[in-house]
Structure formats: structure tokens, C-alpha cells
């Protein structure tokens, strides 16, 4: 049976991290969720209930996201939410933890995963944004729709990006936008898109926007691979249009670690909302396996 999930706030570098954690097996691997860019833990509403009920399940708003602060003045990137993850592993949970990651988020998983060593016990992601050596990594979501609507270079102007940041924060461009990455849209709803437009209303949140525009590409994703020395699983949502999933999953089998599992899906960007119940019954499968 899951326990009922408790919000709570970290503290990392000085800044409070909204958190939530639920269900209480001490003997099986802990998993902590990661969102990807302009989500939060919310993104995990229809995941967290269901592992909860067998594992020790964690989520965090990544600094920049969602309930955590936003502040100005801090180098956004693959590093700072590398370093977070980890941080939070070894002063939260103190176990060694499965790290499932969506997008953006799986990138930061992946490079936490690999820098935890053998606090890590897995890594799972989930149609993980990131460069590989030899490729330039493109802007992809709201980055990648502002540059085919305006272009790349008058993306550098503020008065710019405040334009944009305010159509992007509205209610029925937030629907659109995820209409475009859900192939099953029944969990496009009006409790989704406000997860994601409450945040974009915070102080600081616009200054966080605008490092879409300049995110450090990060170390790459086959020099991860080759450090990370955990189980890896890929859950593909092959129909994914922000990313050619199709596409990457050539370079992904290339480099991941021989042992790799692999499950392709019907589904988008974001599968574990778009089809949880399938989702959640791989990740419970997979996790299963691990010792």
C-alpha cells in the first residue's frame, strides 16, 4: 500500500527546492523522477501514485522550475541540475537510487546517474533531450518553436523574448503546444496546463526562459554512457516530433551500454503522462530485474 506523498522543501545552494516523496520500501533501490523543461513534479501525477505503492518514490522541481526558486544570476544547465541530483541522492534519500528522467530531465538524470557511481542504481529515460560528439545539439521545445516562428537571430533581443515568453505562458498556447507532443490527447487537460503555466507566473521566471535560448549544450550523451556503469532503460515515445525519436534511437543503440533495455511506445514527448498505465507497468517490470 503507498503512503500518501509529502511535499517538502530542500535547500540547495542556498536556494529551497520543492520536492515530493512518497511510499516507504527501505529494501528495494529508492527512484527520484525528473521533469523536463517548463514542467515539475506535477508532470508525474499519474507515476509517482502507482510506484509509490512498491518503492520509495521521490520527485524534484528542478532549480528553475515548477515550486523551486528561480533565482537570476545562475549558469542554468546540464551541470547545475547534475550537481542538484546528486546532491539530493546523497543528502534526502541516502541509498542508492533509480533516476527516471523526461526530456531535459533525462539528460540531467543520465549525468547525475554517471557521476553518482554505485549510488546509482539504474537510470531510465525517457526521450532525453542532449548532444551527442558529433552532433551540435539543436533547440528543441519552446526554444525550437520560437525559432521557426521568428527565427534565430532576433531570439537575442529581450524585448523579444518577453513577447514571446508571455504568448507562451498563456493558457490556450500551453494546450496547443502539448497538443502538438501528445499523440493521445486525452490527458491534455486544464490541470496540466496549469502545472505548467503557475510557475511562469513566479518571480524570476522569465529570466529562467530566456537561458533556453543559451543552455550549455553539456557533457555529451556517448561520453555519459561510458561512465555510467548502472542499468539503463530507454522508454521511447517513437512518435515524438520535437525530437525525431526515430531518429535518435540509431545513435542511442551506437553508444548506450550493451545491457541496455529498450521499450518503444505509441506515444510522444512525454509518454509516462501521455500513456502512464503502460509506462508504469514497464518501470515496475524493469525495476524488478535490478538487484
Known amino acids: 500500500m503507498a503512503c500518501a506523498a509529502v511535499s517538502a522543501s530542500w535547500t540547495f545552494r542556498g536556494s529551497p527546492i520543492h520536492c515530493v516523496a512518497?511510499?516507504?520500501?527501505?529494501?528495494?533501490?529508492?527512484?527520484?523522477l525528473v521533469h523536463g523543461?517548463?514542467?515539475?513534479?506535477?508532470?508525474?501525477?499519474?507515476?509517482l501514485p502507482v510506484l509509490s505503492e512498491s518503492y520509495e518514490v521521490h520527485a524534484v522541481d528542478l532549480l528553475g522550475?515548477?515550486?523551486?526558486?528561480?533565482?537570476?544570476?545562475?549558469?542554468?544547465?546540464?551541470?547545475l541540475w547534475r550537481d542538484l541530483l546528486c546532491a539530493y541522492v546523497r543528502e534526502r534519500i541516502g541509498r542508492p537510487t533509480v533516476l527516471v528522467g523526461n526530456s531535459l530531465g533525462g539528460y540531467s538524470a543520465l549525468a547525475a546517474g554517471a557521476a553518482?557511481?554505485?549510488d546509482c542504481a539504474g537510470v531510465v529515460l525517457l526521450n532525453a533531450a542532449g548532444p551527442f560528439s558529433e552532433e551540435k545539439a539543436p533547440l528543441k521545445g519552446w526554444g525550437a518553436i520560437a525559432r521557426k516562428s521568428i527565427g534565430t537571430a532576433i531570439l537575442k533581443s529581450p524585448v523579444v523574448q518577453r513577447v514571446l515568453f508571455e504568448n507562451l505562458r498563456r493558457p490556450a498556447t500551453i494546450?496547443?503546444?502539448?497538443?502538438?507532443?501528445?499523440?493521445?490527447?486525452?490527458?491534455?487537460?486544464?490541470?496540466?496546463?496549469?502545472a505548467i503555466r503557475q510557475p511562469s507566473?513566479?518571480?524570476g521566471a522569465f529570466g529562467v526562459f530566456r537561458t533556453v535560448f543559451d543552455i550549455p549544450s553539456g557533457q555529451p550523451l556517448d561520453e555519459l554512457f561510458a561512465e555510467l556503469k548502472a542499468p539503463l532503460l530507454l522508454l521511447w515515445g517513437i512518435r515524438d516530433p520535437w525530437i525525431n525519436a526515430a531518429g535518435r534511437r540509431?545513435?542511442?543503440?551506437?553508444?548506450?551500454?550493451?545491457?541496455?533495455?529498450?521499450v518503444v511506445l505509441e506515444a510522444g514527448h512525454c509518454p509516462h503522462d501521455e500513456v502512464p498505465s503502460?509506462?508504469?507497468?514497464?518501470?515496475?517490470?524493469?525495476l524488478g530485474t535490478l538487484p
Open 250 to 262: 540509431e545513435a542511442f543503440q551506437r553508444y548506450a551500454p550493451e545491457a541496455t533495455t529498450e
Open 175 to 194: 494546450r496547443r503546444t502539448l497538443r502538438q507532443v501528445y499523440i493521445d490527447q486525452t490527458n491534455v487537460d486544464d490541470e496540466l496546463v496549469e
Open 37 to 47: 523543461f517548463g514542467a515539475s513534479t506535477d508532470h508525474w501525477r499519474h507515476n
Open 278 to 286: 503502460i509506462v508504469n507497468a514497464e518501470l515496475l517490470q524493469w
Open 116 to 118: 553518482l557511481g554505485d
Open 22 to 32: 512518497a511510499g516507504d520500501d527501505q529494501q528495494r533501490p529508492a527512484v527520484l
Open 65 to 79: 522550475f515548477g515550486r523551486s526558486a528561480k533565482p537570476a544570476g545562475v549558469a542554468y544547465g546540464g551541470a
Open 201 to 203: 507566473l513566479d518571480p
